[in-house]
T-cell receptor, first 113, second 112 residues
Framework: QQQVKQSPQSLIVQKGGISIINCAYE??????FPWYQQFPGKGPALLIA?????SEKKEGRFTISFNKSAKQFSLHIMDSQPGDSATYFC????????????FGTGTRLLVSP | GAVVSQHPSRVICKSGTSVKIECRSL??????MFWYRQFPKQSLMLMAT?????????EQGVEKDKFLINHASLTLSTLTVTSAHPEDSSFYIC????????FGPGTRLTVL
């Protein structure tokens, strides 16, 4: 019940295209859903996060869509750029991350020039 | 704001020695810090939650006597890998909680 399932495992998108990564969870007590971007050899950096009281949040080219009834959330990267090539992790926690984060398995995104 | 640093960034040690990794919140105070471990091409695995002034809470399967955590101040937590062995080689990442968890840049540990 503590798992967060993430797909796809890897993704190749052409420059300018839309990258979509999906996550699903079981624990309805989760109330904080962040997405992290990680470059090789670096720590993860918070990209964008959402709470279940809204269905969508947009920050620049990054959008989270949240479906509470389906217990699913997704990250959309619009106008994908080669610099977006990285590993993306979804996560979930209770109490805004003060509680431990449960991470998805990660998606390796490659944006081709 | 919300910068977290780790030191060292890379360390190579011989089997049987101990290694200390520092995690600092540079511009904020953090009563709670977290330590993660990440193997190549895998996700982050939480090892322990570190609370200032109290004992760390370890996740199931993590040896508390092998991975010693000390959170002596509101800006510093340390992870000591005792009697390190090659299987302890990994990428260790800390995070510090303010309004959310902010992650450090990680420490690559290689045990020969």
């Amino acid at each position: 019940q503590q798992q967060v399932k993430q797909s796809p495992q890897s993704l190749i998108v052409q420059k300018g295209g839309i990258s979509i990564i999906n996550c699903a969870y079981e624990n309805t007590a989760f109330d904080y859903f962040p997405w992290y971007q990680q470059f090789p050899g670096k720590g993860p950096a918070l990209l964008i996060a959402i709470r279940p009281d809204v269905s969508e949040k947009k920050e620049g080219r990054f959008t989270i869509s949240f479906n509470k009834s389906a217990k699913q959330f997704s990250l959309h990267i619009m106008d994908s750029q080669p610099g977006d090539s990285a590993t993306y992790f979804c996560a979930a926690s209770m109490n805004t991350g003060f509680q431990k984060l449960v991470f998805g398995t990660g998606t390796r995104l490659l944006v081709s020039p | 704001g919300a910068v977290v640093s780790q030191h060292p960034s890379r360390v190579i040690c011989k089997s049987g020695t101990s290694v200390k990794i520092e995690c600092r919140s540079l511009d904020f105070q953090a009563t709670t810090m977290f330590w993660y471990r990440q193997f190549p091409k895998q996700s982050l695995m939480l090892m322990a939650t570190s609370n200032e002034g109290s004992k760390a809470t370890y996740e199931q399967g993590v040896e508390k006597d092998k991975f010693l955590i000390n959170h002596a101040s509101l800006t510093l937590s340390t992870l000591t890998v005792t009697s390190a062995h090659p299987e302890d080689s990994s990428f260790y990442i800390c995070s510090a909680f303010r309004d959310t968890q902010y992650f450090g840049p990680g420490t690559r540990l290689t045990v020969l």
